[in-house]
């Protein structure tokens, strides 16, 4: 019901949203949760293991039954708060967790079953048949036991993420942060002041306070337009979810997910702030008292009570009951009366007279509800004897619980204060973070203004800021007393977290089974790991286990507070992340032609290369690889080899910095010519290999595999910057400089010679030579190498004009009667040469594994040199590379297979190695391999048997030598 | 004889343009990585003030204008974007011209829109106008300057230039919804 004057919605811009398909009417500033309770809905949701009927139990971020679905078909999102989704036209809601309507889920039986379902049941009881966990229980449990439903595909709204940084963050904007957030803009810092609601003013806008002699909301509207004066940035709808290393925050802000969709909107940000200081001026949250069946529709908290009713204007109940244990509630007694309610309260103390004219029972205590849907009735026990009572809602208020939580993400604990009955963050929790007002236990509004400005204070000395201090506004000193009541000694099932569907005698039941900490209790019965955390029921929870371990509260202590806060959905907090976000793309520059020739793209580290490029009529990759092969060995093929790492290297001790990284000597090397190098880990393994050229004295470009480019620059700097910082040494990588392209087959230099200005031929260029050319006017490096066996050259332009050199090279290529070719053949012609990629230098392997223990120079030392040469690295019984091919029926290979003698058995004890890549040549019209194998030069023309466990092939194998063409090398040279 | 036609690193992606932003690509006529071999740091600093009338920049610093700036890009390393430099005696020089994508995020909300990508500081008081930063855009490395109040220039990998838009597009894109 909406009571005329009393609230901040909008009432002039009523809104339209529909629940469970039921149109309902709200205003504009309206949440779910308060436009439902304006209807007189009171059942909204169905609890999470017995499918209790539920309603709406607070204001704020930390409700634990009303979830509900908020969107449809594949924008539906589960889960969300109804008391912090804010209503907009067209908004579409439903309840979850029920099957068939909501009012008569087919699951509540489970309330009936509730005496099997106690804490630990599924843990012994679903222990046997073991196989039937995971096809029967596991499924069923989970059915039953929902936190609404989950979408089959991406939700089609975005998110986003973003950075902040500020001298002072204030966390919450209530009185306390409110006054933190102008002491230190005024004093000159910079602040950012957060807070999870739409407006700022936390409580202040709840509690009909005066402040300064004006209603605390018109106070709180002067101090929103000082801050934005002073610079503040304000961020509203945002809540501070974590707290991280060196003052870092998440913060999720809910951007769009309170309007209807806008395009380009995300719903929500994920904010990283940095803050050089902060306060923390989170509030508190009231505790709820356990007693039998207080968990029915209609049971809130009492300061919710007063929220929906100041700042919503609507009155969640005609007839209100206040069960509480301090003064705070009579406030709200007093407003209730005020907004011309019935209103009684039961106060559990002695000797309680009422502040107005309402009815107060004193020494009070209620012992059960009844009421199908909606609470109708309830009982309280005093000294003399017990009595009913009709009501239709019931507010609880147990004291106020310190909202300490970000003080406690770098592991701190919080102290148990029994001044206050509560936990208060510890002193020093974290450097830095100066919590104040009620969640470090002061509770007046006095006492929350003036620990604002305190706790800015201290960050503004951190910061060595000179701090000038606001007046002080005039509040009320009034915390009121408070007793301590957690649960209602009573026979019956009292709830203490209400998301999770624990109750206190799940926690007794813990205790009984020794299960005595806190941590052990929280795994055993669940209490406190529903969306909620625990935010209502983890104080209460330690408090009756406590009771029945016969220990204090403050030696029980709490569970670990850890980060969200709140519920963060995964799609915030990976914004971006998906498709092409996932991961830049690197992409070559003859990216553009390849794709246009229809070649799919294969991933080598973050760059996409051809895999092959088919030809008309071609409807498999291997009749493409094996043209394309064939293609090279008799004509000439070209392909992209620009994602190469290319480092050039320059100074007088670039030399030296060569011998030292490479185990051959670089040093010796004459200008115009090119040298192939090996390169170590410290470890003594290969790291990479590749070709280095020299340019002129003391100027050097190496290459690198495409996979080791970073590692291999990052090895570079090390050696530079911490080995060798005296040597006279720069380099930098030039990968992204030059377009490069691998020219290759007998008509390699035919087609070179199309578009070099001056012709080459093998007197003035010979293999293994390198030097500046002009391709079709453009200065360009040419380096005679060759990856394939043949008669080859790479050819660089500056990248601008790798897209035009490219086309030019493939259109000429194929008038010769060649063409481009991909990686598949790329590693069919490397193969048939024995040349290895980093499928056999793949971290283990050494150089005497590989078969190039020749290249460990003696003359010098090198990085790796000493532990290559170890005995252990160097034993004819490791495992080094061969190739091999099929001799016996079975015409395939496969990587990734072992080896094993011909009549061994093939199981893991008679395993004498493993095959690392594969391929069909049709030069030599068979497959082919490479691999290592225990002695394996020892037992080239053995047969021997491949087995591929996981592909189920088995094959008859030669061990051959690792060259399998031209083994003289003629065809490169010649 | 035929000639090679060139494409910028930014061809076909670039410009964005939403309100008052513009994210256009730069075209520099050189980009030289200048890095000066020991001890001849203030002589290759007064060789390249002869030149283009701009010292060498301190770390994370930029000098010049938009004709030839000279931007700090790591320990002892610079590069200077504008005319092709004439050789330095005792400083190792490498054309990387055609190795980064280079655009410019110009408008009110520049700063804004860096925010949803880059990790680092931005407020006016720790990068200001001439500061230079090796840092991340969103999953790549970048080279950003501040070159006035809102605008600022971004360096990323050629073969990285679209995802680099995409990025820039997408953040573009979601903080001009936000309006105001």
Known sequence: MRIEGKGRVNRDTPLRFHFNDTPIQGFQGDTVASALLANGVKLVGRSFKYHRPRGVMTAGSEEPNALIQVGVGDGMLPNVRATMQEIYKGLETSSQNHIGPLAYDVLSVNDLAAPFLSAGF???????????????????????????EMTKTAHPAENERAFAFCDVLVIGGGPAGLMAALTAAQS??????????????????????????????????????????????????????????????????????????????????????QADQAVLAAGALERPIAFPDNDRPGVMLASAIRTYL????????QNVTLFTTNDDAHKTALELLDAQLDVTVLDSRAGVAPLGDYRVIDNAHVIGTKGRKALRELTYRTASGSFKLETDCLGLSGGWNPNV?????????????????????????????????????????????????????????????????????????????????????????????????????????????????????KRYTTQGMAPDQGKNSNIGALALLADATGRGIAETGTTTYRPPFTPVSIATMGAGAQGKGFAPERLTTSHRAATARGAPMIEAGLWYRPSYFPAPGETHW??????????????????????????????????????????????????????????????????????????????????????????????????????????DVRFTSVTEQWAQFSIAGPRARDLLNFVLDTPIDDATFPFMQCGTVSVHGI??????????????????????????????????????????????????????????????IYGRATAFDIGMQRMLSTQKDFIGKAAATRPGLMDPNRERLIALKPVGAVKELSAGAHLFEAEAEATRVNDLGYVTSVGYSPTLGHFIGLGFLQNGPDRVGHHMKMVDHLRGITAEVKICDPVFFDPDGGRARG | MASLTALSPFDGLLPLVEGSIAITEITCEAITWLAPLQGQDVSVSDALSAQISTALPTPNRATGTAAHRAVWAGPSQFLVLGPALTPIPGAAMVDQTSAWAVCTVDGVQAAEILARLVPIDLRDSRFAIGHAARTLLG???????????????????????????HELERALRMVTARGG
Not at chain 1, 688 to 701: F, K, M, P, S
């Open chain 1, 122 to 148: 599924y843990y012994k009881t679903f222990m046997w048949p073991r196989a039937f966990w995971e096809r029967l229980y596991e499924p069923a449990i989970r059915r039953a036991a929902g936190l609404g």
């Open chain 1, 188 to 273: 000159g810092a910079d602040v950012i002041l957060l807070d999870e609601a739409a407006e700022l003013g936390g409580r202040l806008l709840s509690d009909g306070e005066d402040i300064d002699g004006v209603p605390a909301p018109y106070w709180v509207e002067d101090m929103t337009k000082a801050l934005a004066e002073a610079g503040v940035r304000i961020m509203a709808r945002t809540t501070a979810t974590g707290l991280y290393d060196g003052l870092t925050f998440g913060a999720v802000e809910r951007v769009g997910a309170h309007l209807p969709a806008a395009p380009d909107l995300p719903q929500e940000c994920f904010w990283r702030i």
């Open chain 1, 310 to 317: 100041n700042r919503f204007g609507v009155a969640a109940g």
């Open chain 1, 405 to 521: 939580h970000l003080t406690c993400h770098l592991g701190a604990r919080p102290i148990w204060n029994a001044t206050v009955s509560a936990f208060v963050p510890a002193d020093g929790a974290v450097k830095g973070l100066h919590p104040a007002g009620a969640c470090a236990g002061n509770f007046s509004t006095e006492a929350c203004l003036r620990g604002g400005v305190e706790a800015a204070a201290q960050a503004l000395k951190a910061l060595g800021k000179r701090v000038r201090r606001p007046d002080l506004p005039r509040a009320s000193h009034d915390a009121g007393a408070t007793s301590v009541l957690w649960s209602v000694e009573v026979k019956g099932r009292a709830w203490l977290d209400f998301a999770n569907d624990v109750t206190s005698k799940d926690v007794r039941q813990s205790a009984k089974e020794g299960f005595r900490s806190v941590e052990h209790m």
């Open chain 1, 622 to 727: 291997r009749q493409s690889c094996d043209r394309e092969v064939t293609m090279v060995r008799n004509a000439v093929g070209v392909v992209d080899v620009s994602t190469l790492g290319k480092i050039e290297i320059i100074g007088p001790d670039a030399g030296a910095f060569l011998d030292f990284l490479y185990t051959n000597t670089f040093s010796t090397l004459k200008p115009g010519r090119v040298r192939y190098g090996l390169m170590l880990r410290e470890d003594g393994h290969v790291m990479d290999d590749g070709t280095t050229a020299c340019l002129a004295a003391g100027h050097y470009v190496t290459t690198t595999t495409t996979a080791a480019a970073g590692q291999v620059m990052a090895h570079m700097e090390f050696v530079a910057q911490c080995l060798r910082p005296d040597w």
């Open chain 1, 779 to 840: 200065e360009g490096r040419l380096f005679r190498i060759s990856f394939s066996g043949e008669h080859a050259y790479e050819i660089a332009v500056p990248s601008c004009y790798g897209d035009a050199l490219y086309r030019d090279l493939v259109a000429r290529a194929e008038a010769l009667g060649g063409g481009a070719y991909g990686m598949e053949a790329l590693n069919v012609l490397r193969l048939e040469k024995g040349f290895l990629t980093h499928a056999e």
């Open chain 2, 139 to 165: 999953h790549m490395t970048c080279l950003l300057i501040r070159t006035d109040t809102a605008r600022y220039d971004v360096l990323v990998f050629r073969s990285m230039a679209g995802t680099a838009a």
